[in-house]
């Protein structure tokens, strides 16, 4: 900020000068005092100045409604709503979303590094504040035929972007484990920055030496017993809820006031039928809270969790100085979300998305993936008839990423 509107804010929190506008008669969700209590928030210049008594020409008054920090994702991959950053920006909005750390891993497997400068472009102007961690496994494996293969000298461009954090998942664990040249220059790359893990079922010595390698974080825990093992061991959890993955109820149990400042939200990938039909960060609070978890801890793990463990200053808390990023509910309990400023813009008005729609320029990356033609023959599997007609088959599960093997009779 210049000295200018950190001088006026002083002044409208000191009350020498007139807010730009006040909200009043809310009841704050205060996620750092752990309580709710009432008092004007004033804002000028985007910002919450004070919490108080205040005024200004402008009041609101939100008739005892609850208000609160806006929500925050952990951890997401927009191309999995099926929707273009500034239209998926709209549809979370209208749920109490303000801000989403991304991961474009898809867009930049089939773009390259033109795929997070597609994010970081089109997200410009959106009704949420859009994050970027740098895609760190592109491709995830050796055996995809991605359209491109990103080192660290390939990422390290996008470091000093405002909207860049750190390195996205590292979901290459091996590579890690076994201290692959490639993995490290991205980890040393980003030392001192976030860097996100993802490393299902590791365990022992080898999660270990995973949390040793500087990695902070995982979203991919699956049962209550691997998530107390990485916490043990240091690593902050990202509960993730999302289309497949469902991994709230399991994880839940293991919140606790001692432990709450550990866990985050996340979706990870969610298809915009769900985001509509049940919701983005609004519905893990809802789900959390009608599974046992106090209401001010659920909102405290959608805000100023991910605010601080992503270092995001002046986010995630309704406090003086910070930006008023803020969500009205018309019901805590249900997280019902009726309206949300940005930057004190209000950006939903009785739970729709009033921002008006930024029109793409330039490259939109269509026409970016080409494949050949399908036809049922390409995806027939072929048992060799003169061992046996036995097939290994990857076993798809309700609800879960993690896959199980088993072993069926083909057709002959
Ligand atoms: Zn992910």
């Known amino acids: ?14 009350g020498r000068k007139p807010a730009d506008f006040v909200l009043k008669n809310g009841r704050i969700v205060n996620v750092v005092s752990n309580e709710i209590h009432k008092g004007d928030i004033a804002i000028v210049g985007g910002r919450i100045a004070g919490i108080g008594t205040y005024r200004a020409d402008r009041t609101v008054d939100l008739g005892g409604k609850h208000i609160c920090p806006g929500f925050i994702d952990a951890h997401v991959h927009i191309e999995s709503s099926m929707l273009a950053v500034q239209e998926y920006a709209r549809v979370v909005a209208a749920c109490g979303t303000t801000a989403v750390v991304a991961d474009p891993h898809e867009f930049a497997n089939v773009m390259g590094i ?10 410009e102007g959106a009704p949420i504040r859009v994050y970027v961690t740098l895609s760190s496994c592109v491709p995830a494996s050796p055996l995809e035929s991605a359209g491109a293969t990103l080192e660290a000298d390939d990422l390290r461009q996008f470091l000093s972007h405002p909207r860049v954090v750190g390195l996205a998942e590292m979901m290459n664990y091996p590579g890690v484990i076994n201290g692959d040249a ?86 990870d990938d969610k298809d915009v039928r769900d985001l509509i039909d049940e919701g983005h960060i609004d519905y893990m609070i809802r789900t959390a809270i009608a599974g046992g ?34 969500v009205v509910l018309d019901d805590l309990k249900t997280c019902k979300v009726a309206d949300v400023y940005v930057d004190g813009v209000k950006t939903v008005e009785g739970g729709r998305c009033i921002s008006p729609t930024v029109r793409l320029t330039g ?18 599997i072929v048992a060799d ?28």
């Open 1 to 14: 900020m210049s000295h200018n509107s950190t001088r006026n804010l002083i002044d409208v929190a000191a």
């Open 114 to 123: 033109e795929g997070i400068s597609y994010v970081l472009k089109t997200s």
């Open 182 to 267: 490639g993995v490290l220059a991205k980890l040393s790359m980003c030392e001192g920055r976030i860097i996100d893990g993802h490393a299902p079922s590791l365990s022992g010595n080898l999660l270990n030496a995973y949390a040793a390698s500087g990695i902070m974080s995982d979203h991919e825990c699956i049962r209550a017993e691997e998530a107390a093992e990485k916490l043990r061991l240091g690593l902050s959890i990202m509960i993730r809820e999302g289309s497949q993955t469902r991994n709230l109820a399991a994880l839940l149990p293991l919140v606790t006031p001692a432990t709450a400042d550990r866990f985050m939200f996340c979706t």
């Open 293 to 326: 978890l106090d209401p001010i801890l659920a909102i405290r793990l959608a805000t100023w969790n991910t605010a601080r463990y992503f270092r995001m200053h002046g986010a995630g808390a309704i406090l003086p100085g910070y930006r008023a990023d803020l």
């Open 363 to 380: 490259k939109d990356g269509r026409d970016t993936v080409h494949i050949s033609k399908l036809s049922k023959s390409d995806t027939r």
């Open 385 to 412: 008839q003169s061992h046996s007609r036995k097939i290994h088959v990857i076993e798809v599960l309700d609800n879960r990423i993690d896959t199980e093997r088993s072993i069926v009779e083909g057709p002959l």
